[in-house]
């Protein structure tokens, strides 16, 4: 048996189970139901892409003489041990034909349909996260669910390996978010939201687009176009941004930004300097703050040292989230 960060290789063949990371491996068998060491491997440059797979369930299927039956599983609430994964998948191809990103909220469950959102405790130090369920795993004794290496950091026990967790499933996660909807999910879970409510939060599709200029009043409100000129009664709160950079180009802003947009919404906000115009680029609002310092520690490691959290005021219609 081979084992890398607490999550097995495995394939599937004709006559057994052979695990994955032995010489005789020769790459992933079609009928292989997770992904894998020999799972196609994207090789294009820049970031990898987001979403982009497809909506899964699947058949029945047997690893090392145990059997799983992957099904829409509305009420799961499972503890257990979770384990993470990550150099050796990044940029492998998930069962349901995304690509793992060890630097995403993503994760691997034997059963829960793909892709999928749960919410995921650890129990030692009261730490949630949501997280996009997008390939299959683990496999390995009372593990319930494989976390990204990224997920791990945030759950707190990236150096342990492994932790005693709860699993909660909220429901299925559209094919081809960029990251603003996950994002999304965890503020409104940093913001105390119960499970029902995430529930219901996983439903809102609603995608933030880049903003080119200097935001209004107007464009800083949550609510879109069509809502403002029939809601004139609004209250204000307190939110946060990523400030990450100014660029002489709008076009390096721009590449920048979309770097970036898996933390959530981004916008670059253009501005005369003496030396010429410069492009702001943000990423938020988020509704809290320590919402925002975690996308801040991501900026950071992605290259934008000097980036840091601003408050800023945020408009909404009263009686709306």
Request: net charge positive; hydrophobic share 35%; charged share 25%.
């Amino acid at each position: 048996m081979f084992k890398l960060k607490g999550r097995t290789l495995v394939v599937l063949t004709s006559a057994a189970v052979i695990l994955a990371g032995c010489s005789s491996e020769k790459g992933r068998s079609s009928r292989d139901p997770f992904a894998g060491k020999g799972s196609p491997y994207y090789a294009g440059k820049g970031p990898l892409p987001r979403g982009g797979g497809r909506y899964l369930v699947g058949d029945p299927y047997q690893v090392a003489g145990k059997w799983f039956v992957p099904s829409e599983q509305p009420g799961y609430d499972k503890k257990g041990l979770a384990s993470w994964y990550g150099e050796a998948f990044h940029r492998r191809q998930t069962s349901n034909g995304e690509y793992f990103d060890m630097a995403m909220l993503s994760a691997a469950h034997a059963t829960l349909p793909l892709p999928s959102y749960a919410k995921v405790t650890n129990l030692e130090n009261g730490r949630s996260v949501i997280v996009r369920i997008n390939d299959r795993g683990p496999f390995v004794d009372t593990r319930v669910i494989d976390l990204s290496k990224r997920s791990a950091d945030v759950l707190g026990f990236k150096r342990q390996g492994t932790t005693k967790v709860r699993v909660q499933y909220i429901g299925p996660a559209p094919l081809n978010d960029q990251g603003p909807h996950l994002a999304m999910m965890n503020e409104r879970l940093q913001e105390g939201a119960g499970v029902r409510s995430l529930v219901a939060a996983a439903s809102n599709k609603k995608r933030v687009q880049i903003a080119e200029a200097e935001p209004t009043e107007e464009e800083a409100s949550y609510e879109n176009a069509s809502n403002k000129a029939e809601n004139t009664i609004r209250k204000e709160r307190a939110g946060f941004v990523v400030a990450v950079a100014s660029f002489s180009n709008s076009d390096n802003a721009a590449d920048a930004g979309n770097d970036l947009s898996h933390l959530g919404p981004v916008r670059v906000f253009q501005s005369e300097a003496e030396d010429g115009i410069l492009f702001s680029l943000q990423v938020g609002p988020f509704r809290s703050e320590l919402a925002a310092r975690q996308a801040l520690d991501e900026v950071r490691d992605l290259g934008f040292p000097d980036a840091s959290v601003a408050a800023i005021t945020i408009q909404a219609v009263a009686g709306k989230p």
